[in-house]
């Protein structure tokens, strides 16, 4: 891999990510842009203990633009956009539209190929390996910045979850606090640890979960399963078998084989509605652990979280999707309506052939 860092016009970073050594990236952003002025602003919620990003600015962001507007498209003759060059393999750059920026941490996005009308699931292997290497570079370069405390990979897919724009691309995150997700985790780390006597929880569903019926998808080192308690639907857990705290922890061997397992993952997701429907709208998120102190959660390190990517879609059935409701969005009980089990059943019967 190689990496190349540049500046945009108004003074974000982009960075390219190449298969090639031999890449040069010189091309200039020629965009008549000002410098890029944010009002993020986080805010505390007193009952719930949690926080909440106030971004005004991102009001005006780019919204549904046609595909020969796409602002992720390579820049070509005189149709510019966020990428100043006429290719690439993979990009990250500042979000323009951040929701997060300056002290509140920060926002990027990352295009996984040039091509427009592609997915995830149509890159290559090698293309897949790259993208996770991005990851994991931005993860540990993030990581350093004095505003963050949590780094957070994913993909948004589909007009019904929300994207704006139809380019194949995820975000990255950098919270300048634990999230409220991971805090939940760590809170049931450290009872449990205290429980047991030391024993660690991921480690205990994992080894419950690889001995059950829910198992989609295993190869040496990952594994795949809809958890016994799964909150959407179609709700996938992907592990690596050796518990690390986050992406910088993967050995070469988990790295090598993960696209493999994730590619055939995200295959089979297109295929449970059938053929004659859309592409399946998820959300893929990588969990991995906090580079803050973690002194309020009593005993439990960065080495006790282990790393997992959660992917999960809003749609339940053919044509009809998964509305969070009053139980959900009201009081945070979720009501599935699809059992885990048959859902790990429907995943495994639509394997590659």
Known sequence: ?????????????????????DTVRDAVDRRPLERTVTTSEI???PLLGDSIAVAS?????TYHPPADQCPLCPSRGERLSEIPDSSYDVVVFENRFPSLAGDSGRCEV???????????ADLSEEQARLVLDAWTDRTSEL???????????????GAEIGVTLGHP??????????????????RSLAAHKDATGGENLFDAVLAEELAGERVVLESERWVAFVPYAAHWPYEVHLYPKRRVPDLLGLDEAARTEF??????LLRRFDRIFGEDEPPTPYIAAWHQAPFG????????????????????????????????????SGMNVFINDVPPERAAERLREVASS
């Open 110 to 120: 990352v295009c996984f190929t040039s091509d427009h009308d592609a997915s995830f």
């Open 43 to 45: 805010r505390r919620d």
């Open 259 to 264: 696209p493999q397992v994730y590619l055939e």
């Open 57 to 61: 600015h991102r009001q005006g962001r």
């Open 169 to 186: 691309h995820g975000q990255i995150y950098a919270y300048p606090f634990t999230t409220p997700r991971t805090a939940l985790m760590l």
């Open 143 to 157: 990581s350093h910045l004095p505003s963050v405390e949590q780094v957070f990979c994913f993909e948004n897919r």
């Open 293 to 328: 102190q973690l002194e309020e959660f009593d005993g439990v390190t960065r080495d006790d979280f282990a790393l997992h990517l959660e992917l999960f879609t809003i749609r339940r059935t053919s044509g009809k999707l998964k509305f969070l409701a009053g139980s959900e």
């Open 1 to 21: 891999m190689k990496k190349t860092s540049t500046r945009l016009a108004d003074g974000r970073e982009l960075v390219y990510y190449d298969l090639r050594d």
